[in-house]
């Protein structure tokens, strides 16, 4: 009796897994995974630490205003990301723009932790446009350079904006 019990358990584990693994069954690999937050103060010992500034025209770090610019809930792999185009261009990174409120929407946005603004300088600028290829333009019009990460860096005119899928490392 107890052998049967043991073979039913095994089967229907065996069965559960086959269910259940990504690809397979139920679950698929192209279901959502939970991304890591970060708090303000996590992101800027990352930032201050890699040597990246960063800046708000309110002075502030309020994610429910929109002149400051907060790090609240910004995903790691975005934080990674700046901390990788720092030390890879060796440029000068001032973040203007994080996770406030007061950006367009959508999934990979701002507000979701996706996506950072850095001030344009020549030594960035060249950087991108050399460093990236060009893949047009963006739905607005502003031209679009993306990384061998999958990572994109638009040209805003006055900053870029940047949109991490990864930490590009």
Known sequence: MRKRIRTAVSTLTLVGTALFAPGVGLATSTDAFAVTKLTQAQATAMFRDAGITWSSSGGC????????????????ATAQGAVTLKHASGCAINITGGTETGHASGTYSHWNGYKLDYSKNTCLNNYVHNAF??????????PQWQAASGNIYADEGTHWDALYYSCGC
């Not at 770090?61 to 790691?76: A, E, I, K, P």
């Not at 290829?133 to 502003?142: A, H």
């Open 61 to 76: 770090s309020n994610r429910n205003v929109s002149t400051c610019t907060s790090f609240d809930q910004l995903n790691l």
């Open 133 to 142: 290829s060009y893949i047009g333009l963006r739905g607005d019009g502003y």
